[in-house]
């Protein structure tokens, strides 16, 4: 039933309903975790470009392995840090499908940083949403390598400090030089406002994809209350002040027809 | 004792070809849809033939970031039901391990080919089969069997990729096909006449959920209940490769008193040995395991109760032998002899070898044993 039927036999305008590509489970996140919200995003999208009969999710290690029992499409699970291959031998067999991979921060920046270099670096055909809530959320609250300078974590309990611990890593940044990359963007979901723009940003991966673009990432800076020892509330506004600092916002590159632009 | 492998006389004229190649040509024959793989010798000629064939046929071919990365996209294509090829050589199958053990659990059909080197570490690019544990005994962490098949000629391994295909894809696991340098580098005549495989319709590939439920390929099960019940389903599949898959060859068997147990290129070797050995009167003959798992058990332990001896010859410091102990128990004396590091033991210290056996067994002649 699409909002047009709901119109005709009811005076209220329904604005607001689950997509139909998410799931009507609970979810197991904590409260004020973003995946809740990123999820809502990917699923929208889903419904709203028709892609659901032709996707193929490619679920990664950390939080949000349980992506495929809330995004209500085919999914494959992969190794730690390897979403990027898996996406890429999917990919390649199943050149009409539409793939993705969704991973966090542990996954993309940490393990898997030879994997997802070289996908951008072929130019895989393939929409990557990183999560970067800058901590291990599964396994306790661990120091991620996109964990800020300072930051008290379970295996950095006095705070990052780059003397031993380095500095965190602008992967995104960095992958946006490659010339397979046809798109890099980043956003966050501390505000409405925001949301919004991510929305846009992993809308324009999507349609990339579809048109037949190379590798894009849309990374979404998200929350981590338990992990950062914060209220839902105070890490929201942690992650607008704070996060967005060491992290700037926005589009890194946009050049649909990549390596050939 | 009967051979199991037969090869069908065929009208196509043998030509010479390189073990890589021939293997790699008969994935690409038996209907391979996408290769994945990294440059490490001795296996690199596969990948170098995949590499120009793949693409010419309009299939995929991929040389990866990494051993991780290859085994990862042939993960996600074994994912749709794709017909995938990996191979490598001893420390890349090593990397390899991880993505096994998640095939293995996800039920995925891949066939890896690992021509073994010497080891342990980099070791050396000569040939060794001193992988047999790590093939036969689980690879990657966690409770799975890997089918294994080990071809001891060019022409055998041609044929053993099509059963290694149909294996995979059988019973949904990945399964491999161990060679060595030696067989990965020589050349020998192959009769060019490929069995395809043919395609199992299944509903768990994935490719969309069009017009039907969405489907997902995983290992996670987080609560022990569910975990163990898919670990007691992966257990009955194995139990029925067991009951199905076992294969195996012997020559010389019918009157021989000493038995050698060996596979590949250590079979090869037997061979030359058991000839000359019965030029000096020594009535020995070749029990050569194909499917090293499953291990062909119950006929060694068989022929076990009429033999003075067992040599198990291998190109390790002593893996095979294990299984051949565990298999013969205390029915007959088992000797080993072993060359590492990618030395290949030669015929003449084989028949030496067998000459110790025969004197240090003269106190247990054939006819005793056999009365028994």
Redesign the interface.
């Known amino acids: 039933m699409t909002t047009q039927d709901l119109q005709t036999t009811d005076t209220r305008r329904r604005i607001y309903r689950r997509p139909e590509s998410l799931t009507d489970r609970s979810t197991h996140y904590c409260p004020g975790c973003g995946h809740g919200i990123v999820h809502r995003i990917v699923a929208e999208l889903l419904d709203e470009l028709a892609l659901g009969p032709r996707t193929i999710g490619v679920a990664s290690v950390g939080c949000s392995v349980f992506a495929y029992d809330y995004l209500d499409v085919d999914f494959v699970e992969s190794p730690h840090g390897r979403a990027p291959a898996v996406a890429t031998g999917v990919r390649r067999v199943k050149p009409d499908a539409f793939v993705f991979t969704y991973q966090g921060d542990g996954d993309l920046a940490a393990i898997g940083t030879a994997e997802i270099v070289h996908a951008a670096a072929r130019g895989e055909r393939i929409s990557v949403i990183f999560v970067n809530n800058g901590i291990y959320g599964m396994t306790g609250g661990q120091m991620a390598p996109t964990t800020l300078l300072g930051q008290r974590t379970t295996s950095s309990p006095a705070g990052r400090e780059a003397a031993t611990m380095g500095y965190p890593i602008p992967i995104t940044e960095m992958l946006a030089i490659l010339p397979g990359v046809a798109y890099a963007a980043r956003g966050s979901i501390a505000d409405p406002g925001a949301i919004g723009r991510t929305k846009a940003m992993i809308r324009r991966s999507f349609e990339i994809q579809l048109a037949g673009g190379t590798f894009s990432i849309v990374e979404v800076l998200s929350t981590c209350p338990v992990g950062w020892g914060m209220t839902a509330t105070a890490s929201m506004e942690h992650l607008a002040r704070d996060v967005v600092a060491t992290y700037p916002l926005g589009v890194m590159v946009d050049r649909p027809a990549g390596a050939e632009g | 004792m009967t051979p199991v492998l037969a090869t069908t006389p065929s009208p196509v004229r043998p030509i010479l070809m390189k073990g890589n190649e021939a293997i790699a040509e008969a994935a690409v024959q038996a209907g391979c849809?996408?290769y994945?793989g990294y440059p490490i010798t001795p296996q690199a000629e596969l990948l170098e033939w995949m590499a120009r064939r793949m693409p010419e046929l309009g299939r995929?071919f991929?040389q990866?970031?990494?051993e991780?990365?290859?085994i990862?996209?042939?993960?996600?294509?074994?994912?749709?039901g794709?017909r995938?090829l990996v191979s490598s050589s001893s420390p890349g199958v090593s990397l390899m391990a991880?993505?096994m053990s998640?095939m293995a659990a996800?039920e995925l059909p891949m066939v890896l080919v690992n021509v073994m080197r010497g080891g342990p570490g980099l070791g050396s690019i000569g040939p060794s089969q001193a992988d047999y544990f790590q093939a036969t005994k689980g690879h990657g962490h966690g409770d799975y069997r890997l089918p294994v098949l080990a071809p001891s000629s060019i022409a055998e391994a041609v044929d053993l990729v099509a059963t290694a295909f149909e294996i995979a894809e059988r019973y949904r696991t990945p399964t491999m096909l161990l060679t060595d340098g030696v067989m990965g580098q020589a050349m020998e005549p192959i009769v060019p006449s490929f069995r395809v495989p043919v395609r199992i319709p299944g509903t768990w590939q994935?490719?969309?959920?069009?017009?039907r439920r969405?489907?997902?390929?995983?290992?996670?099960h987080l609560q022990p209940e569910d975990l163990e019940a898919h670990n007691r389903h992966l257990q009955a599949k194995y139990r029925t490769i067991e009951e199905r898959e076992v294969r195996w060859a012997g020559e010389r068997l019918e009157d021989a008193e000493i038995a050698i147990v060996a596979y590949g290129t250590s079979a090869r070797v037997a061979r030359s040995a058991i000839e000359r050995a019965r030029d000096h009167g020594l009535a020995v003959g070749l029990y050569r395991p194909i499917t090293l798992w499953p291990f062909p058990t119950e006929a060694l332990a068989a022929l076990a109760t009429r033999l003075r001896a067992i040599l198990v010859v291998e190109m390790s410091s002593g893996q095979l032998v294990e299984d051949v102990r565990l298999a013969v128990g205390d029915r007959t004396c088992v000797l080993f002899h072993g060359r590492t590091g990618g030395m290949v033991p030669t015929p003449g210290d084989v028949v030496d070898a067998l000459r110790r056996a025969w004197a240090m067994t003269e106190d247990r002649p054939f006819e005793a044993r056999r009365s028994r």
Do not use: K, Q
């Open positions: 849809d996408a994945f995929v991929i990866a970031e990494s991780l990365g290859a990862n996209m042939a993960l996600g294509a074994a994912a749709t794709a995938v991880e993505a998640y996800s994935l490719g969309g959920a069009d017009g969405p489907r997902i390929v995983r290992s996670l």
